[in-house]
């Protein structure tokens, strides 16, 4: 499979896990320490605050280095393919940019780095949105991740998608709630203004979130349906096989 250059101007967005806290250690001590009388009249403050400075970097956690994941570029080959088959249009992983795709396209100028960002870069179809010509699309692509940010009266939709991880989850029960999702993969949770729905794809990490000004009775942010439908329309609009992969 080659490992050539998705190339095509569009949009999308970010996600990135949290670090996990410092582990803290403790014991109990074997017996009941002796009270220490102390005279004030005694302390050096100076010596204090250096013992002080001393300590604090120790007891601050530092965060861990995220590392970029690898891709697995062939099976992003495969579903360009499979996905140029869908709409009728000859694709190979190359040529991306010569087919047009039903995808939403950005119109900022940051948006043409998006030939460089080092993952398959995922783009709700236009059928599945449902927005008049009135909608602004904006891309926010970097080496390993993007942004896509789609606003319309009343609405607001954000797709993030990374190759940054963090560290792993402490346990295997937290690995297994983080990974844990329906037969799609997808984890599907409410917000206060809509719903987010976030899945693992390629070795990357995908959030899609949609927020309305009436979430009360906006039909797209009162239950899944519509943050699913736009799930299930991501089309593979860009990426950069040469940033990293299989």
Known sequence: MQRSRLLAPLAAMLLVSTASPAQQQTGAPTRQPVPTQIDPAQIDPARLEQLTTNLQPQQIPQPDAPVAMA??????????????????????????????LPFARPTNPEAA??????????????????LDGNARVLLFPREHFYNLSITAPGLLIEVFGTRLAHARAPDPLSTRRLNAGDANGYRISATEFGRELSFNRYGAAYSISVECDRPETDARCRDDTYVRSLADSLIIAAGNPASGGQ
């Open 113 to 130: 780095g998006v030939a460089n960002t080092g993952l398959p870069v995922l783009i709700p179809g236009t059928a599945a949105l449902g």
């Open 71 to 100: 891709i697995d570029w062939g099976q992003a080959a495969e579903d360009v393919q499979l996905q140029a088959r869908q709409f009728q249009r000859t694709s190979t992983v190359a040529a991306v940019a010569q087919t047009a």
